[in-house]
């Protein structure tokens, strides 16, 4: 079996560049190996496992990417990393790989800040959600509505998805909430992580922690943006009367180092603090090592696997994560949840229980470490992919036979016009424009039975839609008001 | 009877599918019905389309004909042989070629297409189910036969047909030349023949004939003659009629043909209806089941060097050369190809 495989690769500085690191030995033992970039430098450790190519869309080589038996995209979130593969997978499909489960951000960062294309994104907006749609993405081009209020409502990730002749994601929700987006096969397969080999677990852990005793290490890492819930942290420890049995050590790039360093002073955290930056990885493993407890917030969440939730896992260390998304499906022994709409009580919570009960987080720790051994070692990984492989194989036929369905219902539409009483209909999974008998008129309904509930849902579905918009809207006016009248104050 | 030969037409481009619709129709229509062609435009490319012709085929009706009934559809060449009838036979020419045997061939174009593999794998499961709607499916030569039951699995009964104008061809007195008719194209493999006579001992003297396939083609065929010092060796005919076709095969010393996995191969039949010895090469399909290595013609890896030294083992050996040109066309006797008996098997 040959691969064509389409990733960023190492260093480019994302988690999908480690993760393709990862995966690749393994993976080399049952396929032969061909990894395309568009980067102009890459790990030359890779080269020990694959061959490398690099491609230029402009100049793609069909006939070497033909030769493969299947090519496999991984999609997330940066149009830097992944706008050119996806464009790719647009014309050669094969299987994608979600790395995230809300691509809106990949989308609209294609279209606004890589081809301004004003017009195609509403258009494609339009096109998977409708009319309404059409006035959010318009609102969001003009500055009106925010990417977490379209990332919340309108995922856009069926148009990573569209052309795929298989799906994988790493969630195991993530399987039905794909499926309604394409009609091929989807799989759910754990995110893959080498574990490295155990260090002293269960009671002698435990122990190790008895005696060490507080003040308490707590560690957070990685790209750190305003979803990480930093300011929720500090503000909760500042109000904790034991935030001096604990030690946060922050590692990693800040959205804004400025703004946290400040907080953490004004908030009177400065001994509790420390802001490490991003420091070797020998450097972090060793913090890990040292660690207690970990804090691993998101929210919102696009939906996806965290690499750095598993080498938290790896370390054995207990972990507060918020419960949404994949985070939501992990074993309630395995992390400490913490709910988004209760998070300063929850994290409050929970350093109170550890400091009350630590053996308890350690031995929470130890089950996410077994978790880890169990389900997501890279040999099952690496199975679940080929055996997807070997179904996508049989979906190349509808790939093309789709695109003959686009071109006959782009032609009837045509002829048609717009009085035509031809409306959309699934076909293969999608929306493909059809004959259909000719509107019927609405009757009033009478009386409420089963036959209505569709209706009714997609009703109410609309109603609470538009509430929520009616709330950010006034969210942003009120956010706008204060800052006048702020400024007039302070004038 | 009524019946309706359905088959595809690449505007401007003629070929042996052609001449094998219009004979199959005037032999229909000898014996007594009614026949008519039906020939779909065609372009192949870029492979999209193709599923696109592929679906119009479909669509199409050809149960009737004003107001009256066709009683058989015979159809000849993808994807006009997947237009639905209740009484169809197939008598496949070739199926679509990128698709199978040449698709990870340099001569196959599917593989330059990003969504090749896509459009192949689509053409394959559409033939493997629609073929079987036909009452009986006979192909032209075994050599389609064999791929039909290699990729498809469908098994099929190979038809031969004679070339047109059988009876005309004659032999004459041998001239210092080779015969090479066909139209100019990179599966035809004229630059293979360019190469092997730049090898030859002898100054062994080729006659092509037959238009471009495509006019860069011509131009580099030219090159080539050049580029090996070949002007005075290499006559280029281009079109020729029938009378100076069959005129160009009674004078020669002998016919070289040696494409690449050709379907049927009218030049074979022709050579051997004008007494002339075949040298044909070992991947070049059609041609093989009829030439005899050592019999009928020579058989050579498709090499420039093997091939230069088939000519030159003719070149130098007249009388060995007249002698298997008689055996071929002895043994094409012994075949018994005719259209009669063509027809009647596909009218059943």
């Known amino acids: 079996m040959r691969l064509n495989w389409f990733s960023p690769l190492p260093p480019a500085r994302t988690g999908i560049a480690d993760y393709t690191a990862r995966v690749l030995p393994t993976l080399r033992g049952r396929a032969d190996l061909v990894v395309w970039t568009d980067q102009k430098a890459w790990d030359p450790k890779l080269e020990d496992v694959a061959e490398v190519r690099r491609y230029d869309l402009e100049r793609m080589p069909w006939m070497e990417l033909n030769r493969g038996d ?118 759910y397969a754990p995110l893959p992580y080498p574990a490295s080999p155990r260090r002293p677990q269960g009671d002698a852990a435990a122990a190790c922690l008895q005696a060490e005793g507080p003040p308490y290490r707590i560690i957070m890492f990685g790209h750190i943006h305003v979803n990480r819930r930093l300011d929720a942290i500090l503000r909760t420890l500042a109000g904790l009367p034991e935030k001096d049995r604990f030690r946060l050590h922050i590692y990693g790039r800040l959205w804004d180092e400025g703004h946290v360093r400040h907080q953490i002073h004004a908030l009177g955290l400065d001994e509790v603090v420390t802001v490490h930056g991003f420091v070797p990885e020998d450097e972090l493993e060793a913090a890990l090592a040292a660690a207690h407890l970990a804090v691993n917030l998101r929210y919102p969440t696009m939906g996806e696997a965290s690499v750095s939730q598993l080498q938290l896992f790896e370390h054995a260390l207990p972990t507060l994560v918020t419960q949404v998304g994949w985070y939501a499906g992990l074993p309630a022994n395995a992390v400490a949840f913490v709910r988004p709409d209760h998070e300063i009580e929850d994290i409050r919570g929970h350093l109170r229980a550890f400091l009350a009960d630590p053996t308890r987080y350690a031995a929470m720790g130890e089950c996410g470490r077994c978790l880890l051994e169990a389900e997501h070692r890279p040999e099952g990984y690496v199975q679940a992919l080929v055996d ?104 | ?188 493999r004229q630059t293979l023949v360019l190469e092997a006579l730049a090898l030859t001992r002898h100054p062994v003297h080729v006659r092509f004939a037959g238009v471009p396939e495509h006019p860069t083609y011509a131009e580099a065929f030219r090159a080539s003659v050049r580029r090996l010092g070949l002007d ?45 010895p075949v040298i044909t090469c070992t991947d070049s399909g059609g041609p093989l089941e009829f030439v005899r290595a050592g019999e009928t013609g020579l058989t050579t890896e498709p090499t420039p060097q093997a091939i230069a030294a088939a000519l030159d083992a003719l070149w130098e050996s007249r009388n060995w050369a007249r002698r298997m040109g008689e055996s071929g066309r002895a043994y094409y006797l012994s075949l018994r190809i005719s259209w009669e008996s063509a027809v009647q098997r596909l009218l059943g």
């Not at chain 1, 960062?109 to 890589?114: I, T, V």
């Not at chain 1, 049989?394 to 717009?418: C, F, I, K, P």
């Not at chain 2, 040696?258 to 004008?274: C, I, K, N, Q, S």
């Open chain 2, 232 to 276: 005075d060796r290499v006559s280029w005919l281009g079109y020729l009629t029938e009378e100076e076709k069959r005129y160009h095969y009674a004078h020669a010393l002998g016919v070289i043909f040696p494409p690449h996995d050709e379907d049927y191969g009218y030049v074979t039949l022709e050579a051997m209806l004008a007494s002339k």
């Open chain 1, 388 to 491: 997807l492989v070997s179904e996508a194989e049989r979906w190349r036929s509808y790939a093309a036979v789709r695109e003959t369905y686009r071109r006959v219902s782009g032609e009837l539409q045509t002829w048609m016009m717009s009085r035509s009483p031809l409306r959309p209909m699934q076909v293969f999974g999608e929306d493909i424009w059809g004959y259909s008998p000719l509107p019927v008129a609405p009757r009033r309904v009478k009386r409420l039975d089963r036959q209505h509930v569709p209706t009714f849902r997609a009703i109410q579905e609309a109603t609470l839609h538009q509430a929520d918009r009616m709330r950010h809207e006034s969210d942003v006016t009120l956010q706008a008001i204060r800052q006048v009248v702020g400024d007039a104050f302070r004038r």
């Open chain 2, 1 to 188: 009877m009524r019946v309706l030969i359905a088959t595809v037409q690449v505007p401007f481009v003629r070929g042996g599918a052609e001449i094998l619709a219009e004979g199959l129709r005037d032999a229909i229509q000898g014996v007594g019905h009614e026949a008519e062609i039906v020939a779909i435009p065609y372009k192949g490319y870029p492979p999209e389309r193709i599923l696109d012709q592929l679906l119009a085929c479909r669509l199409l009706d050809l149960t009737e004909s004003a107001g009256n009934p066709v009683d058989l559809l015979l159809g000849l060449k993808f994807p006009a042989y997947l237009i639905p009838h209740p009484n169809k036979v197939l008598w496949i020419v070739h199926q679509h070629r990128a698709a199978y045997e040449l698709w990870d061939h340099p001569l196959g174009d599917f593989m330059h297409y990003p969504n090749g593999p896509h459009v192949r794998d689509a053409i394959r499961q559409a033939e493997e189910r629609l073929i079987a709607e036909a009452r009986a499916v006979f192909t032209i030569s075994a050599n389609v036969a064999h791929r039909l039951k290699q990729y498809c699995g469908i098994e099929a009964e190979p038809l031969y047909h004679p070339p047109r104008y059988a009876e005309q061809f004659y032999c004459a007195t041998a001239d210092d030349y080779f015969f090479f008719p066909s139209r100019l194209s990179p599966l035809k």
């Open chain 1, 70 to 187: 299947m090519s496999i995209y991984h999609m997330g979130n940066d149009p830097a990393f992944h706008g050119t593969l996806w464009q790719v997978s647009r014309h050669h499909p094969g299987i994608v790989v979600l790395h995230d489960l809300c691509l809106q951000g990949l989308f609209a960062g294609l279209y606004r800040e890589h081809w301004h294309d004003r017009d195609g994104y509403i258009d494609t907006m339009e096109r998977f959600y409708g009319g309404l749609a059409r006035q959010d993405a318009e609102a969001f081009w003009d500055g009106r509505l925010t990417i977490a209020y379209l990332n919340a409502h309108y995922p856009l990730t069926a148009l990573a998805v569209e052309n795929a002749l298989g799906v994988l994601v790493h969630w195991r929700d993530g399987v039905q909430e794909v499926t309604q987006d394409t009609p091929c096969p989807v799989v």
